[in-house]
Nanobody, 125 residues
Framework: QVQLVESGGGLVQAGGSLRLSCAASGRTFSMYTMGWFRQAPGEEREFVAASNWSRRSTAYAESVKGRFTISRDNAKNTVYLQMNSLKPEDTAVYYC??????????????????WGQGTQVTVSS
């Protein structure tokens, strides 16, 4: 079992930055692919970014490339999402997720085994 707890959300003006953190329990965190997803009101949950267990492979949604960066500290069981140049359309609940397979990266919600409760990010114009 892996438990995930997100933090770092909040209200920010357009053009600002936030860093989300996701703290994971469990000794096998370092073996998991970790992802960030988001869900806006009335929309489906969508992929944002992910990092495989070795950090050699990362992926980003086109809408956030060049603005968001995913990183992870396996020693601290924590994954981060640095979000720069935020736009109002980035407003959503952001979720951290873990995929036990570890080696690859999936863009699909169903591929992830564990989810956090989410943290709200609101970007004002």
């Amino acid at each position: 079992q892996v438990q995930l707890v997100e933090s770092g959300g909040g209200l920010v003006q357009a053009g600002g930055s936030l860093r989300l953190s996701c703290a994971a329990s469990g000794r096998t965190f370092s073996m998991y692919t970790m992802g960030w997803f988001r869900q806006a009101p009335g929309e489906e949950r969508e992929f944002v970014a992910a990092s495989n267990w070795s950090r050699r492979s990362t992926a980003y949604a086109e809408s956030v490339k060049g603005r968001f960066t995913i990183s992870r500290d396996n020693a601290k069981n924590t994954v981060y999402l640095q979000m720069n140049s935020l736009k109002p359309e980035d407003t959503a609940v952001y979720y951290c997720a873990a995929d036990h397979r570890g080696s690859g990266i999936s863009y699909y919600v169903g591929a992830y085994d564990y989810w956090g409760q989410g943290t709200q990010v609101t970007v004002s114009s």
